[in-house]
Nanobody, 124 residues
Framework: QVQLVESGGGLVQTGGSLRLSCVVSGLTFSSSGMGWFRQAPGKEREFVAAISWNSGSTYYADSVKGRFTISRDNAKNTQYLQMNSLKPEDTAVYYC?????????????????WGQGIQVTVTS
């Protein structure tokens, strides 16, 4: 059974930081690209960041570039999203996702397994 379990969300003030984690089980994590998406109320799910299987390549949405950092630890089957300088517009449910392949992608349809999502709320 494949499971992606996010943790680390919560409530933070503008300018603050949070670190999301996603523990993956039931599949070969070390050979999969991974990504983070988010969905705000009333909006479509949008791409945030992606990382290749060996951390050799990363890719960010323009809206988070320079503030968010994606990383992974293949020994722990875990990926991370370090979020700094948070803004109210970053408020959303954040989803961890497994890429159907080794590389990075910002395309929702390139991901086949998803976590349940975790809330991040940034207050002004």
């Amino acid at each position: 059974q494949v499971q992606l379990v996010e943790s680390g969300g919560g409530l933070v003030q503008t300018g603050g930081s949070l670190r999301l984690s996603c523990v993956v089980s039931g599949l070969t994590f070390s050979s999969s690209g991974m990504g983070w998406f988010r969905q705000a109320p009333g909006k479509e799910r949008e791409f945030v960041a992606a990382i290749s299987w060996n951390s050799g390549s990363t890719y960010y949405a323009d809206s988070v570039k320079g503030r968010f950092t994606i990383s992974r630890d293949n020994a722990k089957n875990t990926q991370y999203l370090q979020m700094n300088s948070l803004k109210p517009e970053d408020t959303a449910v954040y989803y961890c996702a497994r890429r159907k392949g080794y590389s990075t992608s910002n395309n929702y349809y390139d991901y086949d397994y998803w976590g349940q999502g975790i809330q991040v709320t940034v207050t002004s």
